[in-house]
């Protein structure tokens, strides 16, 4: 196929799903490491709308290294204050100059991070409970060249390689959409609940157990009796969105370090100032927290690159992250409900060779009733990976859209 290294197999293996013990987790966009992750990559696409509004391209950079330093709050029942203000230090390298043309890198990534701090979480004050700084340097000589493309095709960074996998199973469904919709619920009816919401899910057989640690906003709640009340409420929200996906037996626990023996001493609940623990003791950085499918899947074969921040040009790192994770979903819905189980996908790639051929794409399909893929359905699926990798270039748009998710 065009020369591109496309292999498929049936694996002899079980399925994630039936293996009998599943652990999952993912981390809020309140996280101290998924802020780190948006600002990031809030800085990247920035700097790609400003490159392609300037000169019609994106130029080279890299943004992943943001950190995030936490501050102290003093929490109080109505309503507490930040004492200290959380540090954002951000990272990379950049292009500051092109034909002659100076390039205010280091204003752009400013203003994309307060942006993104200031939707994520509301309750902060950017002006007073923020210290940010950027320090940007120019990337070397080599990664710059091969950031150039042969016939419009950029070439890789990196010897390095992503993978990908669909659908989601049962409890990956629940860990992700727990999260997602707490934080709806924040914004449509429930304020006192912050972005800070980390789920963690273990499947053993056919129960499910959900651990919840959100972060509650302190000016929305008048006394202990009142967060218990809130903490109940919580718990039963949790119940209600995982009970839309799955039959199986739940059980939920939500801030469950809480201590809620001493009315006097709130230090011993999830109470904030702000909605996060970065206000108060919780360090964060790129690239710890969710893989590029949203979640960490310890059951599955992982990428330990942060795909946040860096660039969607050549960046291995992220795109074939991206790529893998869009082209195994794309498959399995091409495909009837009843066909296949569950798809994975590996791609490598050696520096400098152009992006779209990968040194191997490893697909690797289970099918749901154990019978292996037929020659006409291998043919079809590499010939759907083919077809992908020809237009990878797609993947770069996307991202800076903001239409593929990076956390």
């Known amino acids: 196929m065009a020369g591109r290294n496309i292999q498929i197999r049936s694996p002899n293996r079980l399925s ?25 990559e809030s800085v990247s696409r920035h700097l790609c709308q400003n490159y392609i509004d300037q000169f019609g391209q994106i130029l080279h950079h890299n943004t992943d290294e943001a950190q995030l330093i936490a501050g102290h709050s003093i929490k109080k029942f109505g309503g507490g204050k930040i004492t200290k203000p959380i540090e954002i230090i951000i990272v990379g390298r950049a292009t500051t100059t092109y034909n002659g043309i100076s390039i205010p890198v280091i204003e752009i990534a400013e203003k994309a991070a ?29 990664l710059q060249n091969v950031f150039k493309s042969i016939q419009n095709t950029p070439l890789a960074n990196d010897t390095s390689f992503g993978v990908g996998h669909a659908p989601y199973t049962e409890i990956e469904n629940i860990v992700l959409q727990t999260e997602l919709q707490l934080n709806e619920l924040s914004i449509k009816k429930q304020p006192f609940i912050g972005p800070d919401i980390k789920v963690m899910g273990l499947r053993e057989n056919e129960k499910i157990q959900l651990t919840v640690a959100t972060a509650i906003v302190d ?4 006394n202990m009796g009142h967060y218990v009340e809130l903490i109940a409420q919580i718990t039963e929200d949790v119940h209600q969105i995982a009970q839309k996906y799955t039959d199986k037996e739940i059980s939920v626990f939500v801030n469950s370090a809480d201590t809620h023996a001493s009315t006097s001493n709130i230090d011993n609940i999830y109470l904030t100032v702000t909605g996060t623990s970065a206000e108060h003791g919780d360090d964060g ?20 690159e942060a795909t946040s921040g860096k660039n969607p040009v050549n960046h291995i790192g992220k795109i074939y992250n991206l790529f893998s994770n869009d082209t195994a979903n794309y498959i399995f819905n091409s495909f009837p409900e009843n066909r296949i189980k569950d798809i994975s996908i590996r791609l490598l790639s050696q520096i400098s060779a152009p992006i779209d051929h990968p040194h191997v794409a490893d697909i690797q ?19 759907m ?5 020809e237009n990878i270039g797609a ?10 998710k990076t956390f």
Not at 219 to 222: G, H, P, Q, R, S
Not at 365 to 374: A, R
Not at 395 to 404: D, M, Q
Request: proline residues 4%; aromatic residues 2%; contains cysteine.
């Open 16 to 40: 994630v799903a039936e293996e009998s013990i599943e652990i999952v987790e993912r981390k809020g966009i309140g996280h101290p490491d998924s802020l780190c992750d948006g600002i990031a």
């Open 219 to 222: 000016k929305y709640v008048t």
């Open 114 to 142: 307060a942006d993104y701090l200031t939707k994520t979480v509301p309750n902060l004050d950017i002006k007073n409970g923020v210290k940010l700084s950027v320090k940007f340097g120019e990337g070397s000589g080599a």
């Open 395 to 404: 993947i770069t748009k996307r991202v800076v859209s903001g239409e593929l």
């Open 365 to 383: 399909v289970l099918t749901v009733d154990g019978i292996p893929l037929s020659q006409e359905e291998e043919s079809k699926i590499l010939e």
């Open 385 to 389: 990976v083919d077809l992908k990798l």
């Open 285 to 304: 950085s790129v690239g710890r927290g969710n893989r590029s499918n949203g979640l960490i899947t310890p059951n599955r074969p992982m990428s330990m």
